[in-house]
């Protein structure tokens, strides 16, 4: 069967979730191999054995962890053409992306970003992306070369395959450029026990309609009961009720969660933007002509500080 090679995004061995989504989505197109990336990766074996990966492709030499970006590429190039896959799949950050896009080149492959599905074509993989601030869905495939695609996260949920990977340590040819720029030091970004927003399976955002920064607690109790992350619009980030990190829309961070609940957010196209792809959308809004209600799934029209402290409560109640 085809070979399909997968990117993983780690750190020191601990895999990120939209890996294993990667993962997911490999195994519709072919058989699943690990292409892993520095120190970590015994730590790794069993998660990426559990989610289907026949092969991981281990690269643990210094140049990788030590230095930006070309020894990824470097890396992956060399793999590709020792293994002649039939796509390799990244992660849609801004790593990945620089990242495909430079194997694509190498490899002479068509490249597509940013895709939201990715499914087996007659001519190979195709893959939905949604363009123009959601408002078109485009669906394409490469026609020359192993296809290089990168995918947003939560375009599928993981869903597990067990088996038990040949693990094949790789000898990779550094070219000049690889170590052009070198890494000084790390700082783990400051995050909190809630999910990050771009990975999170819910994601409770609140609007201008939240009325302050002190008022984000009611949307925060729901975003914590739930497990979800935690958004916001434009007007409330712009208004300093919330981290600018938190914001989700065009100029924000763009999400596609199981479940996304706005609350008091009136549904911009700016905001759509980020949220649009959403599994299921529910508004809760006191304005019953709110947009947000144009694509939601479930709406509730009424006052947020009585919807979300009563939903909030149910929960608790139901768990006991
Ligand atoms: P509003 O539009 O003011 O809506 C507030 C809503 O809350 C209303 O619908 C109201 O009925 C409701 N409400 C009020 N009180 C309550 C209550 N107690 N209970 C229930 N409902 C209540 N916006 C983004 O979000 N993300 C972006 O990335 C982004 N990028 C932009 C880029 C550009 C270039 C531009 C021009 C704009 C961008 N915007 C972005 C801004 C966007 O156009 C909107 O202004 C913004 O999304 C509005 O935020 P909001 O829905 O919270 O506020």
């Known amino acids: 069967?085809?070979?399909?090679?997968?990117?993983?995004?780690h750190t020191d061995g601990a895999v990120r979730k939209p890996t294993l989504e990667l993962l997911t989505l490999a195994r519709r197109l072919g058989e699943p191999s690990a292409v892993f990336l520095g120190p970590g990766a015994d730590a790794a074996t069993e998660t990426l054995g559990r989610y289907g990966a026949h092969r991981i492709h281990v690269v643990d030499a210094p140049e990788v962890d030590e230095y930006l970006v070309t020894p990824a590429v470097d890396a992956l190039t060399q793999i590709a053409e020792r293994t002649g896959p039939a796509a390799i799949l990244l992660p849609s950050g801004p790593e990945g992306k620089e990242i495909a896009a430079r194997v694509a080149l190498r490899l002479g492959s068509g490249l597509i970003t940013d895709a939201v599905d990715v499914f087996a074509g007659s001519d190979g993989p195709v893959t939905e992306q949604s363009a123009f601030a959601a408002t078109y869905q485009v669906t394409a495939h490469v026609t020359r070369g192993a296809p290089v695609i990168t995918v947003k996260p939560n375009a599928v949920a993981p869903?597990?395959?067990?088996?038990?990977?040949?693990?094949?340590?790789?000898?990779?040819?550094f070219g000049p450029a690889a170590t052009a720029v070198r890494v000084l030091s790390r700082t783990p970004r400051e995050r909190g026990d809630r999910p990050e927003l771009t990975e999170a399976d819910i994601v409770v955002s609140g609007g201008r309609g939240v009325g302050g920064a002190?008022?984000?607690?009611?949307?925060?109790?729901?975003?914590?009961l739930l497990g979800a992350a935690v958004g916001a619009s434009r007007a409330a980030v712009d208004a300093g009720w919330y981290p600018h990190s938190h914001q989700v829309g065009q100029t924000g961070t763009q999400v596609s969660p199981q479940l996304y609940l706005a609350a008091g957010i009136s549904g911009a196209i700016q905001h759509r933007a980020g949220m649009q792809t959403s599994k299921t959308i529910v508004a809760v809004n006191k304005d019953p002509d709110a947009p947000i209600f144009e694509l939601a799934?479930?709406?509730?029209?009424?006052?947020?500080?009585?919807?979300?402290?009563?939903?909030?409560?149910?929960?608790e109640r139901r768990r006991g």
């Open 1 to 9: 069967m085809a070979e399909i090679l997968v990117l993983v995004d």
């Open 159 to 173: 869903e597990p395959a067990p088996v038990t990977p040949a693990v094949e340590k790789q000898d990779i040819t």
């Open 214 to 224: 002190e008022n984000f607690a009611v949307v925060e109790r729901v975003a914590d």
């Open 297 to 315: 799934d479930h709406g509730v029209v009424g006052d947020l500080f009585e919807v979300l402290p009563r939903l909030a409560d149910e929960i």
